[in-house]
């Protein structure tokens, strides 16, 4: 009888500490990903031991969550079958290392208990998220006035990767998309993140949409436009609330039209990328410009899969092959950079083959089906802001980008498949 009562009082200790390491995790993982890295292991380790392994084995027979648990497994299933077509062995595992955190937080996220997806937990979680990301922004603010004042006297500590510190400014710019669906979407799901929700968000929304444009990533701002293109559509078809949307359209175009008036760099930017676009058939010799070095990139990504079409060239050699099609193709920047494809589709394709893409794109597709068919506005939109930025960036490739899918999606979705969730998060 003792035993029991210790055990249960170490399960709630145990359950305790899960809560912390959650919201911690959504607090870290915009800000510093090394301890990103500790939280998640310390919680996939709780989460295993205190699991009630028969009760969700009766939940998983009569709910159709298993489907999505395999789905969103299945594609670390392939990478580590990819094993069996490599030649690079430490690479591969290295590889494997890195995007484990697919393989085991669809499977966590369905193991903790359904306390964890009621409507005041998921607050706490959205708030730590935005509170992680303020944080980053004001530290690289400061870094940036620090460097304007004493040491440079330029205004281009504002600007792209003078301005993150902690991130490439593509993934920074993602984060702060992420978190301005939060605010845009959260009320929308039952979740009211703030009592005076209006003005708290809006001046957020601001801010957060300035340092989206002084990043000068042309995936963010793009992604922030859509985002609030699609707010707007939301509001006057969805909700009937016609002068909200009126009002976020106005606001939008104005506010777009100073922001690349105020800010040259950024336009600068946009110019530069079309000028790329339109004379990519010219552009086999790179001149140090993002887009043209993509172009060049995505073309010998392309022959790559051509070559290796069924089956890919394995997990361990994607590396390898584009490096060495670099070399051949007198690539140099790429190869002296050791790039890889910049474009996460294109890079699966590479090592996976066609069954690999396939899994790859239905990770989404499925997910999208599911969101709309439930109303679920802010999960598609963070399914919509990773699939269109995983176009220019490979960002399965390290733990900034995997860390943050695996993580969000698993908890947006597997939310909607606990009980608490269904009644805090479907809309009315």
């Known amino acids: ?93 290295f590889d494997l290392e890195v995007k484990l955190s697919i393989f085991l937080l669809p499977i966590v996220f369905f193991l903790i208990d359904n306390v964890y997806f009621s409507k005041e937990f998921i607050k706490k979680c959205f708030l730590a998220y935005l509170l992680g990301v303020s944080v980053n922004v004001i530290i690289c603010l400061a870094i940036a006035f620090y460097n304007f004042f004493i040491i440079y006297h330029s205004y ?66 793009i992604s922030l436009i859509f985002i609030y293109l699609f707010y707007i559509l939301f509001n006057i078809f969805s909700q009937k609330k016609y ?10 175009i104005f506010g777009t039209i100073l922001l690349l008036k105020v800010l040259p760099f950024v336009k600068d930017r946009f110019t530069v990328a079309s000028y790329a676009i339109k004379n990519n058939s010219n552009a086999i010799k790179s001149d140090g410009e993002s887009n043209a070095d993509r172009i060049i990139i995505w073309g010998i990504s392309v022959n790559i899969i051509k070559q290796n079409l069924l089956f890919g060239v394995g997990t361990g050699d994607v590396k390898d092959v584009l490096l060495n099609e670099y070399k051949r193709n007198e690539i140099d920047f790429a190869y002296k950079k050791k790039l890889n494809a910049h474009n ?62 695996a993580l969000m999606n698993s908890f947006l979705f597997f939310s909607r498949y606990h009980l608490s969730a269904v009644k805090s998060l479907k809309i009315k």
């Not at 392994?53 to 999505?68: D, P, V």
């Not at 600007?159 to 920074?172: A, C, D, M, N, T």
């Not at 702060?176 to 605010?183: E, S």
């Not at 002068?243 to 939008?252: A, D, E, R, Y």
């Open 243 to 252: 002068k909200i949307g009126l009002l976020t359209l106005v606001v939008l």
């Open 1 to 93: 009888m003792f035993k029991v009562k210790n055990m249960s009082a170490l399960k709630k200790k145990i359950e305790l500490m899960n809560f912390f390491f959650i919201i911690l995790l959504f607090f870290f993982i915009p800000l510093f990903k090394h301890i990103t890295v500790w939280l998640l292991i310390l919680f996939i380790t709780n989460t295993f031991i205190i699991a009630d392994y028969k009760s969700k084995y009766n939940e998983l027979k009569i709910s159709r969550s298993s489907a999505y648990i395999v789905l969103f497994s299945f594609i670390y299933i392939l990478y580590i079958l990819g094993l069996v077509n490599t030649s690079n062995t430490e690479y591969a595992f």
């Open 344 to 405: 996460q589709y294109l890079q699966t394709f590479i090592a996976l083959g066609l069954p690999g893409i396939i899994v790859f794109l239905l990770c989404f597709l499925l997910p999208i089906i599911f969101s709309i068919k439930h109303h679920y506005y802010l999960y598609l939109m963070f399914l919509f802001l990773f699939a269109f930025n995983i176009l220019v960036e490979s960002m399965f490739e390290n733990q900034a980008g995997v860390v943050f899918y």
């Open 156 to 221: 281009n500590v504002f600007f792209y990767s003078s301005l993150s510190k902690f991130f490439h400014p593509s993934y920074l710019s993602m984060y702060l998309n992420f978190a301005v669906i939060i605010l845009l979407f959260a009320s929308s799901s039952g979740v009211i993140l703030f009592n005076m929700q209006k003005y708290i968000s809006i001046v957020l929304q601001i801010f957060f949409s300035i340092i989206i444009f002084l990043l000068s990533s042309k995936a963010g701002i």
